[in-house]
T-cell receptor
Framework: QKEVEQDPGPLSVPEGAIASLNCTYSNSAFQYFMWYRQYSRKGPELLMY????GNKEDGRFTAQVDKSSKYISLFIRDSQPSDSATYLCAMSASTGGFKTIFGAGTRLFVKA | EAQVTQNPRYLITVTGKKLTVTCSQNMNHEYMSWYRQDPGLGLRQIYY???????DKGDVPEGYKVSRKEKRNFPLILESPSPNQTSLYFC?????????????FGSGTQLSVL
């Protein structure tokens, strides 16, 4: 079993809709939860990070962490075609020297 | 501009021909690492370096070498490439603060080994 599981998609949503992406994990030591966005032929870029459980909002993006269920989510409101990319969840723990474990990535398509 | 620069972007080679992929960062980060990205497997760490002259294996180190002689540079060496090393490679440097860590990635090197 992988430490971090992420549905590879593809996920297709119409422009203006809410896109919902999620990951599950097995290691309860994870404390830091990140979402990276990767455009085609580019390196991943950090989009959101949260520490422990709770919600974090940044513009159209909301990250949620439920440590009791070992489940994290990223919501993109008012999705735009420019949001079409691969989204990778990532996690780390200070006990592990902050080694980052990535999910496989979900490919998102936003149709105009 | 803060960035991680890796070269080349694309590389086609043949089995057994030694190659080096260069990586350089201008953010004075101590930690650098190499990843490979394969469909369905996500990003897997090959090697990492905590500082100059300090390197260690990641999850998939077989067939790779690294060196860290200067803080800004972290080259990846394939001494005898094989077809199963065909992949998309990323170099990254890391900033760690009180709020957690942030990885800065290069633009990637698409390697094909024939």
């Amino acid at each position: 079993q992988k430490e971090v599981e992420q549905d590879p998609g593809p996920l297709s949503v119409p422009e203006g809709a809410i896109a919902s992406l999620n990951c599950t994990y097995s290691n309860s030591a994870f404390q830091y939860f990140m979402w990276y966005r990767q455009y085609s032929r580019k390196g991943p870029e950090l989009l959101m990070y949260t520490y422990s459980s709770g919600n974090k909002e940044d513009g159209r993006f909301t990250a949620q962490v439920d440590k009791s269920s070992k489940y994290i989510s990223l919501f993109i409101r008012d999705s735009q075609p420019s949001d079409s990319a691969t989204y990778l969840c990532a996690m780390s723990a200070s006990t592990g020297g902050f080694k980052t474990i990535f999910g496989a990535g979900t490919r998102l398509f936003v149709k105009a | 501009e803060a960035q991680v620069t890796q070269n080349p972007r694309y590389l086609i080679t043949v089995t057994g021909k030694k190659l080096t992929v260069t990586c350089s960062q201008n953010m004075n980060h101590e930690y650098m690492s190499w990843y490979r990205q394969d469909p369905g497997l996500g990003l897997r760490q090959i090697y990492y370096s905590m500082n100059v002259e300090v390197t260690d294996k990641g999850d998939v180190p077989e067939g790779y070498k690294v060196s860290r002689k200067e803080k800004r540079n972290f080259p990846l060496i394939l001494e005898s490439p094989s077809p199963n090393q065909t992949s998309l490679y990323f170099c990254a440097s890391r900033f760690t603060g009180t709020g957690g860590e942030k990885l800065f990635f290069g633009s990637g090197t698409q390697l094909s080994v024939l």
